[in-house]
């Protein structure tokens, strides 16, 4: 086909192209809830173990004679001092007086019998610092205080965990991406693998295989399938509506005109007026022209037909060729001219004997045709393990060597045609049929320079 088929883009490029998308998007999802997961989780831990700390101070204040004291534990600041090496701040409150620790830490003030732990995050001495803060409520000579406790640590052990955590969770959504490629690759593959397999099943059938397709395919290609059916059925009628109307045509159209030939030959063997004579020679050779130009065109569109749908069949081309020579003997004796064979035994070829047959003759006339009266055309037939080589010798002077790489072109004549019949396809017949079972067609001179040497050259069975 000379125009290229118009692509809308790939079915598996479309395909992966999404299916990396929405793994993308996955794992994107995928890192931010991990992370924000782990960040919870680790801000969850920190708090308790703050918790825990202040609890265990709280747990070592007493009173006594209504004096508090605190006998601050070692476990309540070392179990901070375990998880990583922060700086650790504390706060121990009665109402407004600190007890212990640090003076400036700030300390929020416990709402009236408010009691339960409180968290949050502040800046103290130039540092981010988590504090966790547990109030119990103390009766004073019959008025109740809060016993305020805050612990505080600095949170640069954590960020560096969460930053730990955030990479964990980085990697794991690439991870999580890479793996997502492999099977949106993979997936796209084995999505396009039927469709591939329908189109290589297809593609491989010969030009005569018009058998519908029986294989099993998905669903979603099920409508494809049938419509190549539906065509397949309407191109197989088609071909044979077509190879009936050339025979029919060539029927039709040769036996009227020979008909009307012969009796413009009898007729005019009746008249004797030379004006007449002469008209009815210019009829009887314009009946010729088209007789032959007709019926060149019949056998030109046979063969196209046959060429597309080749059917190979073995057969002895030194049968053919010796049949056609015996037939055509008697239109060579009419000009007197001899018929010469040379063959060397058989040439078993594969391929469709009536094409080949169609060509040969077309030379085989073509020479007779052009060849002048008492001269001999010869038909030589030979060949090896991989080629047969069929060609014809006339002595008709034979081609311009200008005009050699023209002739097989349709309706092209040599200047050597002027004044005789001729339609100019016979060349063009003998050149396809060629072509079509995988050999060529040679144009030469003799080296005498006495006529013309036409070969067809047919690869072996």
């Known amino acids: 086909m000379s125009d290229r088929l118009r692509s809308s883009g790939s079915i598996r490029r479309r395909l992966t192209i999404q299916l990396v998308g929405s793994a993308a998007v996955l794992a994107a999802l995928l890192f931010l809830i991990v992370q924000t997961f782990t960040r919870e989780l680790a801000e969850e831990t920190h708090d308790r173990i703050l918790l825990a700390s202040a609890t265990s101070i709280?747990?070592?204040?007493?009173?006594?004679?209504?004096?508090?004291?605190?006998?601050?534990?070692?476990?309540?600041?070392?179990?901070?001092?375990?998880?990583?090496?922060?700086?650790?701040?504390?706060?121990?409150?009665?109402?407004?007086?600190?007890?212990?620790?640090?003076?400036?830490?700030?300390?929020?003030?416990?709402?009236?019998?408010?009691?339960?732990?409180?968290?949050?995050?502040?800046?103290?001495?130039?540092?981010?610092?988590?504090?966790?803060?547990?109030?119990?409520?103390?009766?004073?000579?019959?008025?109740?205080?809060?016993?305020?406790?805050s612990v505080a640590q600095t949170r640069t052990g954590q960020t560096e965990r969460l930053a730990d955590l955030t990479r964990t969770a980085l990697l794991l959504g690439a991870g999580f991406f890479a793996v997502a490629v492999l099977l949106a690759v993979w997936t796209a593959q084995s999505s396009i693998r039927p469709l591939r397999e329908l189109a290589g099943m297809v593609s491989r059938r010969g030009p005569t295989d018009l058998r519908p397709v029986t294989r099993p395919v998905p669903a979603e290609m099920a409508p494809l399938v049938r419509s190549l059916n539906s065509f397949i059925d309407r191109l197989r009628l088609s071909l044979s509506r077509s190879e009936d109307f050339i025979a029919e045509a060539a029927h039709r159209v040769r036996t009227p005109l020979a008909t009307v030939r012969t009796q413009a030959e009898n007729t005019l063997h009746r008249i004797e007026r030379p004006e007449n004579r002469n008209a009815l020679r210019e009829m009887i050779r314009a009946i010729d022209e088209s007789s032959r130009a007709a019926g060149q065109l019949l056998d030109h569109a046979m063969v196209s037909f046959r060429a597309d749908s080749l059917e190979r069949t073995p057969f002895d081309l030194?049968?053919?060729?010796?049949?056609?020579?015996?037939?055509?003997?008697?239109?060579?004796?009419?000009?007197?001219?001899?018929?010469?064979?040379?063959?060397?035994?058989?040439?078993?070829?594969?391929?469709?004997?009536?094409?080949?047959?169609?060509?040969?003759?077309?030379?085989?006339?073509?020479?007779?045709?052009?060849?002048?009266?008492?001269?001999?055309?010869?038909?030589?037939?030979?060949?090896?393990?991989?080629?047969?080589?069929?060609?014809?010798?006339?002595?008709?002077?034979?081609?311009?060597?200008?005009?050699?790489?023209?002739?097989?072109?349709?309706?092209?004549?040599?200047?050597?045609?002027?004044?005789?019949?001729?339609?100019?396809?016979?060349?063009?017949?003998?050149?396809?049929?060629?072509?079509a079972h995988g050999g060529r067609l040679d144009i030469a001179n003799t080296k005498d320079g006495a006529g013309a040497c036409v070969c067809l050259h047919f690869p072996s069975a």
């Open 58 to 149: 709280m747990d070592a204040v007493s009173v006594r004679a209504r004096e508090v004291s605190v006998d601050l534990p070692y476990a309540a600041l070392s179990m901070l001092s375990n998880v990583s090496d922060d700086r650790v701040f504390y706060r121990v409150m009665l109402g407004a007086e600190t007890l212990t620790g640090y003076d400036d830490l700030p300390v929020p003030r416990p709402e009236p019998r408010a009691i339960g732990a409180m968290f949050e995050t502040l800046v103290y001495k130039g540092e981010s610092v988590r504090m966790a803060t547990t109030v119990r409520w103390l009766s004073r000579n019959g008025v109740s205080t809060p016993l305020t406790i």
């Open 318 to 435: 030194t049968d053919l060729v010796a049949e056609l020579v015996n037939r055509l003997r008697p239109v060579a004796d009419l000009k007197d001219i001899e018929l010469f064979l040379e063959i060397s035994g058989p040439h078993v070829m594969s391929g469709d004997p009536i094409l080949v047959q169609n060509a040969v003759r077309n030379l085989l006339d073509n020479a007779i045709k052009y060849a002048p009266e008492e001269s001999r055309v010869i038909v030589s037939l030979a060949g090896d393990a991989t080629t047969h080589v069929l060609c014809i010798r006339d002595a008709a002077g034979g081609f311009h060597e200008d005009e050699i790489d023209g002739l097989t072109e349709r309706f092209v004549r040599g200047r050597n045609a002027e004044g005789t019949v001729g339609s100019g396809l016979g060349l063009t017949i003998a050149r396809e049929v060629a072509e």
